[in-house]
């Protein structure tokens, strides 16, 4: 600052040309970057379960999205009573289909409009419908289709609507995983089936997933397979089925027929990985995880057929304003390509293959999305050999 023609100003004191000097560096900042100036990045809660739930996914989200995000994984039935109960506790809630109905009801998630969805008209019909071809068989039971859109009396169903309870995002079967090496003698030239869970050769080394939803019929399936019971409908248990059914798991148990119940994948691993069971419930991604470790698990193909699963992402109900926002954000990011390569390597198919194409090589497309023989050694999403080169070891 310097005087002017006839007039006489004092010296700026050293208190105020910090100041100034200060304002000066301020306004050069802000020209550069108006928006980082006492402005943090929004933060996102993600709540769900240890299979999607994954640092390399959260890493590349945050540097694709330019925002922070928390995720906080968790057991099924832990992470589900925590959002039905606390909406404010997360964002987004990652789980599956079955846990729809528990929070829709718990009114703790609110409808997600499709127009805000990019990807919306390329997502599989499996997701929209039930079927992948028009000639394909129900399964039993429950399907997501049945309780994806939200209707105007503000009930699930499947008319299609503007507005749906949840994003259908990954998908796949699940079955059993056993370990090679122990596999009884007996068993070895017999085809796979739901009814080694409850094999007496197997006794003390049986361990099944702890999820009302999931466990339940994994044993179902089991007991049915082994001829204890013949439901007349696995879909729709009957009061008295189930009675019968308990019945059954209960004998067992007091001969300690089940070593554990497992509650998250990284349990599911140590369990096989200790050796403290040689068959269990299982999700691929444990499978992927031990045969990384020279672990010989085999994912197993029922000839009973598998049990579907569907994964659903859900908005909560207090998500408003710039997380709302951000939510979104987070939704179309998984459906954008890159997040389905990544998850495929465990298994797990992305309702918009097409786009996810070009992020996986040719190997692992013929391998995990064309049915082919592994024509090179594939890693996991842990960095680690999961599938050996030819192997045509079970997978989702």
Same mark, same amino acid.
């Given at each position: 600052?310097?005087?002017?023609?006839?007039?006489?100003?004092?010296?700026?004191?050293?208190?105020? %040309?910090?100041?100034?000097?200060?304002?000066?560096?301020?306004s050069?900042?802000?020209?550069?970057?108006?928006?980082?100036?006492?402005?943090?990045?929004?933060?996102?809660?993600?709540?769900?379960?240890?299979?999607?739930?994954?640092?390399?996914?959260?890493?590349?989200?945050?540097?694709?999205?330019?925002?922070?995000?928390?995720?906080?994984?968790?057991g099924?039935?832990?992470?589900?009573?925590?959002?039905?109960?606390?909406? !404010?506790?997360?964002?987004?809630?990652?789980?599956?289909?079955?846990?729809?109905?528990?929070?829709? %009801?718990?009114?703790?998630?609110?409808?997600?409009e499709? #127009?805000?969805?990019?990807?919306?008209?390329?997502?599989?019909?499996?997701?929209?419908?039930?079927?992948?071809t028009?000639?394909?068989?129900?399964?039993?039971?429950?399907?997501?289709h049945?309780?994806?859109?939200?209707?105007?009396?503000?009930?699930? +169903?499947?008319?299609?609507?503007?507005?749906?309870?949840?994003?259908?995002?990954?998908?796949?079967?699940?079955?059993?995983?056993?370990?090679?090496?122990?596999?009884?003698?007996?068993?070895?030239?017999?085809?796979?089936?739901?009814?080694?869970?409850?094999?007496?050769?197997?006794?003390?080394?049986?361990?099944?997933?702890?999820?009302?939803?999931?466990?339940?019929?994994?044993?179902?399936?089991?007991?049915?397979?082994?001829?204890?019971?013949?439901?007349?409908?696995?879909?729709?248990?009957?009061?008295?089925?189930?009675? !019968?059914?308990?019945g059954?798991?209960n004998?067992?148990?007091?001969?300690?027929?089940?070593?554990?119940?497992? !509650?998250?994948?990284?349990?599911?691993?140590?369990?096989?990985?200790?050796?403290?069971?040689?068959?269990?419930?299982?999700?691929?991604?444990?499978?992927?995880?031990?045969?990384?470790?020279?672990?010989?698990?085999?994912?197993?193909?029922?000839?009973?057929?598998?049990?579907?699963?569907?994964?659903?992402?859900?908005?909560?109900?207090?998500?408003?304003?710039?997380? #709302?926002?951000?939510?979104y954000?987070?939704?179309?990011?998984?459906?954008?390509?890159?997040?389905?390569?990544?998850?495929?390597?465990?298994?797990?198919?992305?309702?918009?293959?097409?786009?996810?194409?070009?992020?996986?090589?040719?190997?692992?497309?013929?391998?995990?999305?064309?049915?082919?023989?592994?024509?090179?050694?594939?890693? +996991? !999403?842990?960095?680690?050999?999961?599938?050996?080169? %030819?192997?045509?070891?079970?997978?989702?």
């Open positions: 600052m310097y005087p002017t023609k006839g007039k006489h100003l004092a010296p700026l004191s050293p208190p105020r %040309r910090k100041l100034l000097k200060g304002c000066a560096a301020l050069i900042t802000a020209g550069v970057t108006p928006f980082a100036i006492g402005k943090s990045k929004p933060t996102l809660k993600v709540l769900g379960t240890h299979v999607t739930l994954q640092e390399e996914l959260r890493q590349r989200a945050m540097e694709d999205l330019g925002i922070n995000i928390v995720f906080e994984p968790g099924s039935a832990t992470v589900l009573q925590k959002a039905s109960m606390n909406p !404010t506790s997360f964002d987004l809630y990652e789980q599956w289909s079955n846990s729809i109905n528990v929070l829709w %009801r718990a009114q703790a998630i609110q409808p997600i499709k #127009k805000r969805l990019h990807y919306w008209s390329e997502i599989n019909n499996l997701s929209k419908t039930g079927k992948l028009e000639n394909a068989r129900m399964g039993a039971g429950d399907a997501p049945k309780i994806l859109n939200v209707q105007s009396d503000g009930s699930l +169903g499947t008319q299609h609507t503007d507005e749906i309870s949840f994003l259908p995002y990954v998908h796949n079967v699940d079955s059993f995983g056993y370990n090679q090496s122990l596999l009884p003698t007996e068993l070895k030239q017999e085809q796979e089936s739901w009814g080694w869970l409850l094999d007496s050769r197997y006794s003390g080394k049986v361990a099944i997933v702890n999820d009302p939803t999931i466990g339940l019929f994994d044993l179902a399936l089991a007991a049915q397979a082994k001829g204890y019971i013949q439901f007349q409908d696995i879909g729709a248990i009957t009061e008295a089925e189930l009675d !019968t059914l308990f059954i798991l004998e067992l148990s007091q001969l300690n027929h089940f070593s554990g119940y497992w !509650t998250s994948v990284p349990e599911s691993v140590q369990f096989m990985k200790s050796g403290r069971v040689a068959i269990e419930s299982m999700f691929s991604p444990a499978v992927s995880a031990l045969n990384g470790q020279n672990i010989p698990v085999t994912f197993a193909a029922p000839k009973e057929g598998y049990r579907g699963w569907h994964g659903v992402m859900c908005l909560s109900s207090a998500s408003q304003g710039r997380s #709302k926002d951000i939510a954000e987070y939704m179309n990011w998984w459906l954008s390509g890159w997040p389905g390569a990544f998850i495929a390597r465990q298994g797990y198919y992305i309702s918009n293959p097409e786009r996810s194409a070009k992020y996986l090589s040719q190997a692992e497309w013929d391998y995990w999305y064309d049915g082919k023989v592994a024509s090179e050694a594939l890693k +996991g !999403t842990d960095g680690m050999i999961s599938v050996k080169k %030819r192997c045509s070891t079970q997978r989702r």
